[in-house]
């Protein structure tokens, strides 16, 4: 089921947030922004959030990411399994980086770092409407179509949209416009991550689940996963596991989650 607006509508938005200042603050943001959103709904918690989306719907749902009861990764994921479900864009802080960066994985199509200002707030919205128009709202935005307010959440989605092996910071850097220099220490400022080491967490997350689920020999995995030395491959994979790649294989199944 898709929702629609047309005429002098608004987008309807479920604002999920447990802390009622920071509500507070939000709904002032988006209304800062002058576009046509409107909170139809506030719930302190994921469990609420699914609960009211089950019986009413909404275009947009604005989720922080830290909540008791339900926190935003486990309401997106259980969202992503109702009909007519909504888009959703996360709230996060800095300490919230890698839960966000897992929930891209499941659809969201955006998310703000706080403390959120009405130019980030309208910049993500604008990208969300053109990409509504467009006919893709879940779709990830042109990287030269949106301005740097969002850039981490567009430099991850090339990311996570990238085959493993062929990650550098180069290209990414390229692909969203700006300096390598630059890039690298933009992102450890809004992340706490180096890119370097980001992208080879990544690497050895693709490695565990090739060593531990596949017959490929450990060259063949190095290979695929963009080392050229099977050596420096089997010495960077110690270093993540704590065992070579052989030990990990030998030490039976495990989850590659």
């Known amino acids: 089921m898709r929702h629609t607006v047309t005429g002098n509508e608004t987008y309807k938005v479920l604002l999920v947030e447990d802390e009622r200042w920071v509500r507070l603050v939000l709904r002032e943001v988006l209304k800062e922004t002058g576009l046509p959103f409107r909170i139809v709904q506030e719930c302190g918690n994921g469990l609420e959030a699914l609960d009211w989306l089950k019986e009413n719907n909404a275009h947009l749902v ?29 709230i996060s802080g800095h300490d919230d980086f890698h839960a966000a960066r897992q929930a891209l994985r499941w659809g969201v199509v955006d998310y703000l770092l706080k403390p959120v200002e009405a130019e980030e707030m309208a910049a993500v919205l604008r990208r969300w409407m053109a990409e509504r128009e467009k006919g893709g709202s879940s779709a990830a935005p042109s990287p030269a179509a949106a ?9 991850l989605r090339i990311i996570h949209s990238s085959p493993v092996h062929a990650l550098s910071l180069s290209d990414i850097a390229a692909k969203v416009h700006m300096n390598p220099s630059y890039l690298s220490q933009y992102f450890k400022q809004h992340t706490g991550t180096n890119f ?52 990990y294989r030998k030490s039976g199944p495990k989850s590659c989650s």
């Open 196 to 247: 370097i080491d980001y992208i080879v967490g990544l690497r050895m997350e693709e490695a565990r689940r090739l060593v531990a689920s596949t017959t490929l020999r450990i060259c063949e995995i190095a290979e695929r996963l963009g080392y050229n030395d099977t050596a420096y491959f089997s010495n960077a994979f110690k270093k993540a596991t704590g065992q070579t790649p052989l030990e």
């Open 62 to 90: 604005l989720a922080d990411v830290k909540m008791p009861v339900m926190d935003g990764l486990s309401f997106v994921e259980q969202a992503s399994r109702l009909a007519g479900k909504p888009s959703v864009v996360f």
């Open 147 to 155: 301005d740097e307010t969002s850039l981490i959440g567009r430099v």
